[in-house]
């Protein structure tokens, strides 16, 4: 048997009454790009600074390499650390800020300036080793950073929320520097953010937290088709959600009366399957069809507004009970020719594409 | 601006005749000593019916005026040391720490602050006594020192409240252990509060007279205590001279004080 590279086995941690990270466990294959999404307060980056050891955990455990990490301190865990605020040491010249770490190892000058020097041209920053940090930009200053914490070669690197300070722009070109780095380096990477976007463009696998528990963990495209739960399903990609009951429910595909007579059968059932319970019913907008004409199972619905985003139009639209539903269609479309505000239309959907949470 | 300067009208002059008149009062007393000191008159008469250098000469003749600025040095520099370095200690305790008692702890340190320094003396004179230390360096240290604190405690203080810890965070995740990333990293960046409190210590210790003279001994003495027991024997131009020198250096260092924290915003 294997053993994993980074084990994070049952990580807890309480202050007093309140508990900020509940049960945490994952494991990390070498080189590979994890990503801790969630809302702020979900546990994400408590876990992380735990990795790092500026927190000590109320239980559980961390292997590296099947060695336990927790009675090692922070400056001897070997560990790279790029945050969320600036973290350039002032008084030093970008080159000094990247030859620190190897001035601690008292590593031989020679190697220090090489290292210095392909760290630098590894961040696209070369020939910046005599400006000081604060004539640099927010990006070049997180780059510089980043150089600093990978010029040591440490086998895990931590980013807490580093873009988070930066505008829009600068953040996508940053986030392919880190993807085009972290496929140079085959560093490990467990990088912590609140941006969905952010996580699906850049990891391999995504761990969602919430209320300080993982709900999910796994790729992108996982997460997407198949949430496990209703917090997953709502904070990766756009959804809907309408109120719905459970009928019966067998080897976890459920029949859901979504009331005024309309049943559906044969969607996937996540977490309980209690007949006649409640249960909410996700349906991603660009799954639903739209029909002008009756459907017997379709939802019938009021169209609210109608807007054009470029590539695909978005159809605002309400049940008789007031519950908005997005639509998401192709340009084109010939449901939306002609359409206008106000009018009756049906929506209709793959049932084993959408998703019912107890 | 409610308080527009250009728009105060007839009260503009006013207000021009008071700060006029409130500057003079701060620095006249200055200029005089400092004339006094370079005229030939030996009853300080002003203005002075000519000048002369005669006073700084029996100023450097005596060596107990240059004595006693040597001991001001050398306690000034010990109580600067002791100051900064202390202060730095509790700065960091005050600005890192959770503990119960923080509030009354940063409260007790800057006592000596607002403590009438006249007691302070007679309380110090009475424990130095009963332990042996009147008239000592030591005597002399500890009392600077405790009125030294306050400003380095509060310069070092303010220079860590603007200081991110992520950054000494940083540090030590690059692999320095936390003392040697305070050292490396912390102290160098808030260095222009060090240099603040270093100033100020060794001006508060430099030319302190009130503790001074409940702490030294005929043997030991500092410039201030020089100036007012020469002033309590006679009255002579001398002692215009050593005030003048005084204030000189202390201008001196002001200025270099002045220079740096240009030098931080530029």
């Known amino acids: 048997m294997t053993q994993p590279f980074l084990s994070i086995r049952g990580i807890r941690k309480s202050y007093g009454a309140v508990t900020a990270v509940k049960n945490v466990s994952m494991d990390i294959a070498e080189g590979e790009f994890m990503t801790f999404l969630g809302p702020s307060g979900s546990g994400k980056s408590t876990t992380l600074y735990i990795l790092a050891g500026f927190q000590d955990p109320s239980g559980g455990d961390i292997l590296l390499r099947g060695q336990s990490l927790l009675s090692t301190p922070s400056h001897k865990r070997n560990i790279g650390m790029v945050f969320q605020r600036y973290t350039l040491f002032p008084h030093l010249s970008v080159g000094e800020n990247v030859a620190f770490p190897l001035r601690i190892r008292r590593r031989p000058q020679a190697e220090i300036a090489e290292r210095v020097k392909a760290a630098l041209k590894l961040v696209r920053l070369e020939g910046f080793e005599d400006r000081m940090p604060a004539l640099m930009s927010g990006g070049q200053q997180q780059r510089v950073a980043l150089a600093r914490a990978l010029v040591y070669n440490p086998p895990v690197l931590l980013m807490d929320e580093p873009l988070s300070a930066l505008d829009k722009k600068l953040r996508e070109e940053i986030q392919f520097e880190i993807r085009r780095i972290h496929h140079e380096t085959g560093v490990t990477i467990l990088y912590v953010t609140h941006d969905q976007e952010e996580a699906l463009r850049l990891s391999d696998r995504i761990a969602v937290f919430s209320q300080g528990e993982i709900d999910q963990i796994g790729t992108g495209p996982e997460l997407y088709s198949n949430p496990a739960t209703r917090f997953v399903a709502g904070f990766i990609g756009d959804s809907n959600f309408l109120e719905a009951t459970v009928v019966e429910s067998n080897a976890g595909k459920a029949r859901l009366s979504l009331g005024d007579g309309v049943m559906v059968e044969g969607v996937p059932l996540h977490g309980g399957s209690a007949a006649n319970g409640k249960a909410s019913l996700m349906l991603r907008p660009e799954r639903l069809s739209l029909s002008r004409a009756s459907v017997p199972s379709g939802i019938s619905v009021t169209v609210r507004d109608i807007t054009f985003l470029g590539n695909n139009v978005e159809v605002s639209t309400a049940t008789p009970a007031g519950v908005d539903l997005a639509v998401r269609l192709p340009f084109g479309h010939e449901a939306i020719l002609s359409l206008a505000r106000g009018e009756q239309a049906w929506l209709t959907f793959d049932t084993a594409s959408a998703h019912a949470f107890a | ?266």
């Open chain 2, 1 to 266: 601006m409610l308080l527009d300067f250009d728009k105060l009208g007839g009260l503009k002059t006013f207000l021009v005749a008071l700060v006029v008149l409130v500057s003079l009062f701060l620095i006249l007393p200055i200029v005089f000593i400092a004339a006094l000191s370079f005229g030939s008159s030996q009853w300080l008469i002003f203005p002075p019916p000519s000048w002369t250098f005669k006073w700084y000469q029996d100023l450097f003749v005596d060596p107990r005026w240059l004595y006693s600025a040597l001991t001001s040095l050398k306690i000034a520099a010990i109580v600067t040391v002791l100051s900064v370095v202390i202060g730095f200690l509790a700065a960091l305790g005050l600005d890192r720490g959770r503990f119960a008692g923080r509030d009354f702890l940063r409260a007790l340190f800057l006592t000596p602050m607002i403590l009438p320094v006249v007691v302070l003396a007679v309380a110090l004179y009475a424990l130095f006594l009963k332990l042996g230390l009147a008239g000592t360096t030591i005597a002399f240290v500890i009392a600077h020192l405790l009125i030294a604190l306050p400003f380095s405690i509060i310069s070092i203080g303010n220079a860590l409240a603007g200081f991110d810890r992520s950054i000494e965070d940083a540090a030590i995740l690059c692999g320095a252990n936390p003392w040697e990333a305070r050292l490396r990293v912390t102290v160098p960046a808030i260095r222009h509060g060090i240099f603040g409190a270093a100033i100020f210590s060794f001006l508060a210790s430099w030319d302190e007279v009130v503790l001074a003279i409940f702490m030294a001994s005929p043997t030991l003495q500092t410039l201030p205590v020089k100036i007012w027991t020469t002033l309590r024997q006679d009255l002579t131009p001398v002692i215009a001279a050593a005030s003048t020198l005084l204030i000189a250096f202390t201008i001196l260092l002001m200025i270099v004080a002045a220079l740096f924290r240009k030098g931080r915003k530029a």
